[in-house]
Structures are given as C-alpha cells and as structure tokens.
C-alpha cells in the first residue's frame, strides 16, 4: 500500500486529491496538511511514501517544505514528491529537485493515474536499491554470517591475489519482479538524474546508483568511463572515430554510438592500446 500525505492550503483542492487517491487500489491518504511547517512535522512523524504537494502557500512553500525535509528525514526516508499547483511557471524547478511529477490544477483523473504510476515505479526502484544493499551485504559476510539482519557496512572479503573485489552483479527490477544483471553482461551505462539506465543488449534497467559509484565498484580494466555521464563495457567497443572539437565517437559491435569527451579520450586510448 502506498501512504500518502496531502499538502494544501485549500480545502477544496485537498478533497479532489482525496478523491483521486480514493480511485487508486493501493493508495491510502494517512493524512492532510494546510500549511508547510505542519507538512515538515507530519513527514517526520509519519513517514509516507508519496507527498502530493502544493507549491504555493504561505510562511513555507513546497519547495521550502523538501529543503527542512533534509534536516528531518533520511534519504531513505524522503517520500517521493509530486507538485500540484495552479501555475506550470515552476515545472523546470520541480524537475531540478528531482520531483516524481508535476500536476496542474484541476488535476484531472487520468493525469492524476499517470502520476501515481510514476511514484509506484520509484518507490519499486527505490525499494530494489534497498533490496541490493541489504543482499551485498548479506553476502558480502560469508557463509559463517549471521542471516538475521545485515551489518551497518558492507563486508570487505579478501582476496587471495590482494586484487580489490569488484560487483559482478547489479539487481535490477521489471514489471515488479527482481532479479540480477551480471556485470559482464552490460554494453554500456547511462546516468538518468538520480538513477543509471543499464543497457543489456536490447534491454535497460533502470537503477538507483550513482556514476561514481559504479565507476569505483567495477573493474576498470573492464569498465571505463568516456563521459561524465556514460561508461562503457571496453569489451562491447569496436573503434573510435574522431567526431568534432577533438572529441571522439566510440562505436560498440552492435552500433551504437556513443560521445568520448576529451577529458576522458586520453585514458580510454590508453586502455586500448592505442
């Protein structure tokens, strides 16, 4: 069931969403808000999953309500945030702070559906991230582990070799299922805001990573990064050729072409030996 906190300083707009949300099987409104500092208050107390939230009230508006969020609530405890609002002059700062959607008033019902389905795929993302960290570090502690609960960090294992070990595998979620992408399977990664698009043959997963950290996480003999938002699996490359500026186009066997930037052209030709 997914919880939802209604944020509006108009009565009239809170019931629409009420009964919008009341259409939805599986969302369940656990409280209303009509002004931000009592949002702030009912989030840390409540911890819903999805907050409908108006952008403009008085003394805190909606995006001042998810800046005192950060002082209250963890990452993972954040709800994912859809806007609703008279006005679309603030759609591009809702994206920026990485808002699930952005509903204009009246929201009309099938738009309202849209929305939902956008939160229910973040919160099921969100969800396998978790889902990832807890399996790693079961893993990660070894067959003598407990199983009961994971340990704070995940457990470094030596390797014989004293090589660094690496994730050979990524959990990935579809159509409400999970299951593992190995590592060596992918063609190249694409950054997606606060997410990373897998690309596995015809296939893409979307997870919650970040560029970073699949950079250090992976083999770099393997794995290099050709742009601040892409890497790419060295063994799917075919050639380069150069592109414009200095900048290259990186080919992969089966086509697809990718931009090398300079600041990375000088590694990556390294790496190939060229």
């Given amino acids: 069931m997914i919880r939802a906190l209604i944020v509006d300083d108009e009565a009239i707009a809170r019931r629409r969403l009420r009964r919008l949300c009341g259409r939805e099987g599986d969302v369940e409104v656990i409280g209303e808000c009509a002004a931000g500092r009592e949002a702030v208050t009912a989030v840390a107390e409540h911890a819903p999953d999805v907050l409908f939230l108006d952008v403009q009230m008085p003394e805190l508006d909606g995006f001042g309500v998810l800046a005192a969020l950060r002082e209250v609530t963890t990452p993972e405890r954040t709800p ?16 920026d702070v990485h808002a699930a959607d952005y509903l204009l008033k009246p929201v009309e019902p099938e738009r309202f559906r849209v929305a939902v389905a956008r939160v229910r795929e973040r919160l ?8 990832h960290a807890q399996l790693v570090a079961i893993l990660g502690a070894g067959a003598g582990g407990s199983r009961a609960a994971p340990p704070p960090a995940p457990v470094e294992v030596p390797v014989a070799s004293g090589a660094p070990r690496y994730r050979e595998r990524l959990l990935a979620k579809v159509d409400g299922r999970m299951y593992f992408v190995r590592a060596a399977d992918i063609d190249w990664v ?4 606060n997410y990373v698009r897998l690309h596995v043959g015809r ?3 979307l997870i919650r990573e970040t560029m970073a950290d699949l950079e250090r996480d992976h083999d770099p003999v393997t794995f290099a990064r050709i742009h601040r938002s892409t890497i790419v699996n060295l063994d799917r490359v075919r ?13 992969l066997h089966d086509g697809t072409r990718l ?16």
């Avoid at 603030?90 to 994206?95: E, G, L, N, P």
């Avoid at 380069?240 to 990186?250: A, K, L, R």
């Fill in 80 to 95: 994912a945030v859809v806007f609703v609002t008279a006005y679309d002059e603030h759609a591009v700062r809702a994206f």
């Fill in 124 to 131: 099921g993302e969100a969800d396998a991230a978790r889902r």
């Fill in 190 to 193: 694409e950054a997606d805001g």
């Fill in 203 to 205: 296939e893409a997963h």
């Fill in 239 to 251: 050639e380069m050729q150069p592109w414009f500026s200095g900048e290259y186009v990186v080919i």
């Fill in 259 to 274: 931009k090398l930037s300079r600041w990375y052209r000088d590694r990556l030709e390294a790496r190939l030996g060229r």
